[in-house]
């Protein structure tokens, strides 16, 4: 059944190159089914799903037909990424998988349009998604990942536009988005309160829209404890990793840290092997606590104590939002407020762990 959608959703995307080259008949069975590289016993099925929602018209001996509007009743939402998703990371895939719940459960379906920003690039109008809007096939678009203003506002001027994760900015782009100030004065407060007085931030690039509002909560939340917070205790490990293993070894060394707050769960993940490899005990000698609460936070070393960024109500909402339509005025910008889950990665930090840490 998983391929039948998944062809499915492939020619859904043939349809639309169709509509927008003006042809109306499809490729025949024994084609698609070359082109997809699937059998054509799976293009059948899937083909058969398209006609009962009035995308294609089949025709006994004569061949499939794109209709020249879609006679459909269900609600049909196309989910927008910046690069194809297999450059996107695994972070898409819970979202995806989110939204796919959420969709089902209210009988909506979604279409996935990946690489937008290339797309655009290259042509701002006739583009896969532009098209499939302007040929009736898309009843809204929901964005994803960091999207350029430039492509979000063009599809606004199309359809109705949800960002998930990801404010607007203020640009009339409803949004709902974790509270990443709130996520980082929830972390540091919560590892100061198991006693840790030497708390570090982690994260693999400081451009990351979430990085700047995680160190203002957590520098704000310390400054309220008393605590400190320079320069020396923000670390940016980069993703490389021969690169990864000697930056964190060199600030390793110097560091009289007791607990590490990270921007996101599979930083945190590497970070604790990292700690393992080099002899110290997660969390006996250092605490870690991850961000996103991931499904794969518990196949960490140690299972991951994290903040929870609250991805399935972010696509509960966004669904909602299609289905029985926006609240009144401006498009909604909602901020959801960031949970912690406690596993098995921090730990109150000792009465000799606090000696040493606080050794400058």
Known sequence: MAAVVEVAERIRGIVVESRGRGEARLPSERGLAERLGVSRA???KALAGLAREGLVVRRHGSGTYVLDRPARTALCLGVGLRHVIHKSGPHFGVLLGALSRHAEARGVHLQIFEGLAGQFRADPVANPISRAISSGLLDGVI???RMPMDVAGR???QTR???LNNTAGGSGVASVACDHYRA??????YLARRGHTRIAYATDSLNHPQAPANISGFRSALECKGLPFGDEDAWVLPANSDSFDRVFKEKLARSAHTAIFVRHDFLAARLIRALTRAGRRVPGDVSVM???????GFQSPVPLTTVDNRFDEMCRIAVEWFCDGWPEGQ?????LDPRIVERDSVAEACAATQEKGGQR
Request: charged fraction near 5%.
């Open 143 to 145: 964005l994803i990942s």
């Open 184 to 189: 980082g004065f929830l972390a540091a407060g």
């Open 161 to 163: 536009v949800a960002m």
């Open 155 to 157: 599809l606004c001027e």
């Open 331 to 335: 498009p909604p910008q909602v901020f």
């Open 42 to 44: 799976t293009v059948a």
């Open 290 to 296: 991850g961000m996103g609460d991931y499904p794969w």
